[in-house]
């Protein structure tokens, strides 16, 4: 186990609605980074948080949005659900100075219908 | 071209065969790579790093061809518990990962 948490681990929606999925990271872990994994497909990098602000960001629409924490816990809110935005949300941890070495949570699987 | 492409799979071999899955990436600046597993529903795990030419950890050796700009991931003495898709990954500019689209692999017994 990676000690990254997140929750919920399922959830469903209807095309509109609002999602907040949040993530615990691994103790000492100061950036947390989100993924979108459509079925069959790799991760897509969606945003990465480090100290609380957007470190980067991937090809996704303003409706996903985010936030991470003082304490670096991170939320991941998408608005105005799309079919499409079905998928399993993964948050993913990692040290300072080791961005690229990620620790990934068991993920949040969303259903729109 | 993709930022990172590997093979389409899926890969079905037997207990004990030796499988190669290879990757190839556009951004000739990149200087780390990774080849995480993942199994069914479940998140991506780290299998290996590859810094420079290669690395090797028991059964499983990654190896990294700069001019090519490709990387591969050989097992050998392949067992049931390896069946997973195994996904190559590549850090982008601002430290996220870009991912290939994984490559299915199950063992057979």
């Known amino acids: 186990e990676t000690g990254v948490t997140q929750s919920p681990t399922h959830l469903i929606k209807t095309r509109g609605q609002q999602v907040t999925l949040r993530c615990s990271s691994q103790s000492g872990h100061n950036t947390v980074s989100w993924y979108q994994q459509a079925l069959g497909q790799g991760p897509q990098f969606i945003f990465q948080y480090y100290r609380e602000e957007e470190n980067g960001r991937g090809n996704f629409p303003p409706r996903f949005s985010g936030l991470q924490f003082p304490n670096y816990s991170s939320e991941l809110n998408v608005n105005a659900l799309e079919l499409d935005d079905s998928a399993l949300y993964l948050c993913a941890s990692s040290l300072p100075g080791d961005q690229e070495t990620q620790y990934f949570g068991p993920g949040t699987r969303l259903l729109v219908l | 071209r993709k930022e990172v492409e590997q093979d389409p799979g899926p890969f079905n071999v037997p207990e004990g065969a030796t499988v190669a899955f290879n990757c190839t990436y556009s951004n000739s600046a990149s200087q780390s790579f990774f080849w995480y597993r993942q199994d069914c529903r479940k998140e991506p795990k780290l299998l290996m790093s590859v810094y420079s030419s290669g690395n090797e950890d028991g059964r499983f050796t990654a190896q990294l061809n700069r001019a090519s700009q490709y990387i591969s991931l050989l097992i050998r003495d392949s067992k049931l518990s390896d069946s997973a898709t195994y996904l190559c990954?590549?850090?982008?500019?601002?430290?996220?990962?870009?991912f290939g689209s994984g490559t299915q692999l199950t063992v057979l017994p």
């Open positions: 990954v590549v850090p982008g500019s601002a430290r996220q990962l870009t």
